[in-house]
Every structure is written in C-alpha cells, then in structure tokens.
C-alpha cells in the first residue's frame, strides 16, 4: 500500500441450488463488491461460510466442471448410510460433502489492481456446492486502498 486511507467492505452473498452438487460462477457478484468498495489497490478475500461448500478459481468451461462432479463423486461418493462413513453414525447424511470441500477449499484471495480483480487468463470465481438446496453464504471481504 502507498500510504493511503485503509478501507474495507464486507458483503454476503446467498444461494441455493436445486441440485446437491452444483458449481456457480460468482465473478460478476465479487467484481460488484470489489467496484462498490472502491478500493483501487488491495485484496480481495472469497469464502464459503458453510463446511460443505467451497470457493475456488478455475476456468469457466463445462467439460472441467462435469470431470471435477465425476473426480470428485470417485473420491468421495455419496452414500447417505452409516455403514461407509463414521460421520453419518451421528444422523448426517453428508460425509461425502465434507470431503468434497477440502478438496476443492474453502476461500480464494484474491488481488484487486487499479480497482478490479488482477486474474490471470480464464480465471473465475466459482462457488461449489456439495450438500445443497438450502440457503448457504459467502463471505466478500475487500479492503485496501
């Protein structure tokens, strides 16, 4: 930072999905908050606010989403009894979501350049979702100067 007014803006952002896995671009939500803010130079801070629920940066190509749903479904799939996973012998259903998450992660930073988000070629801010249709939150936390 140059030595300029530290500001900051937080926002939260909500969404439901109809399916219980689904991928959603949030670029355009995040660039609204980085914009509103009016940070020129900083960071910019994207997290799921949910355990099975991710925030990451990858290209926007459905090929790339449809390999994750199936890498991701044979790493962990889904199985609702107890008999797979010792966390479903507490009354969840949703093991498999939580280990979804980890994999794919829980926030992505990134930097905010003469007032937008510095990505490199095809980068862009998706929110995973591994457990849904409910409402769940993201956390849009900018600041600098």
């Known amino acids: 930072m140059t ?3 530290v500001k900051s803006a937080t926002k939260r952002l909500t969404f439901t999905t109809i399916e219980r896995v689904d ?3 949030i670029t355009s ?5 980085v914009r509103s803010s ?6 910019c801070l994207v997290n799921a606010m949910h355990i099975t629920a991710s925030v990451f940066v990858n290209d926007d190509e459905s ?9 991701l479904e044979q790493l962990a799939p889904f199985d609702a009894s107890p008999t797979r ?10 093991a498999d979501a939580h280990m979804k998450r980890q994999i794919m992660g829980r926030e992505v930073v990134v ?4 007032g937008k988000l510095d990505f490199g070629p095809w980068e862009q801010i998706f929110y995973g979702e591994f457990d849904g249709r409910r409402p769940k939150r993201v956390l849009v936390k900018v600041i600098g100067e």
Not at 29 to 33: G, I, Q
Not at 85 to 94: I, K, V, W
Not at 111 to 114: L, R, S
């Open 29 to 33: 939500d995040v660039e609204e908050v």
């Open 3 to 5: 030595g300029g007014k």
């Open 38 to 43: 009016a940070v020129r130079e900083g960071l």
């Open 85 to 94: 996973y010792a966390h479903n012998r507490t009354g969840e259903d949703n």
């Open 111 to 114: 930097a905010i350049t003469a």
């Open 23 to 25: 991928f959603i671009n």
């Open 63 to 71: 090929g790339l989403h449809a390999d994750y749903r199936q890498w």
